[in-house]
């Protein structure tokens, strides 16, 4: 498997456009929608190409088969089995 996990992709581009959008959307308050068009554009033009990438697609698909297996196994949702339990005193 690659270095990032199947629900984080590491967005190689310089700066990336998550980060541009991000800040646009900061910087703009109300009127984001109007001019942070060109980032959202970059932004979802990055996240089409992780989505179209077969081995991307792929990596997601083990990912979910693994945690659905391991779902009906255990009956526990993921993310309550990665919580930490409280320890008592």
């Given at each position: 498997?690659?270095?990032?996990?199947?629900?984080?992709?590491?967005?190689?581009?310089?700066?990336?456009?998550?980060?541009?959008?991000?800040?646009?959307?900061k910087?703009?308050?109300?009127?984001?929608?109007?001019?942070?068009?060109?980032?959202?554009?970059?932004?979802?033009d990055?996240?089409?190409?992780?989505?179209?990438?077969?081995?991307?697609?792929?990596?997601c698909?083990?990912?979910?088969?693994?945690?659905?297996?391991?779902?009906?196994?255990?009956?526990?949702?993921?993310?309550?089995?990665?919580?930490?339990?409280?320890?008592?005193?």
């Amino acid at each position: 498997m690659t270095s990032h996990s199947a629900s984080e992709p590491d967005l190689l581009s310089s700066p990336p456009p998550h980060k541009d959008f991000t800040k646009c959307c900061k910087d703009s308050g109300v009127l984001m929608v109007v001019k942070c068009r060109k980032e959202n554009s970059a932004l979802k033009d990055c996240l089409t190409s992780y989505y179209k990438d077969p081995a991307f697609y792929e990596e997601c698909k083990m990912e979910y088969l693994k945690e659905r297996e391991e779902f009906r196994r255990t009956g526990i949702p993921t993310k309550k089995r990665l919580q930490k339990l409280p320890t008592s005193m």
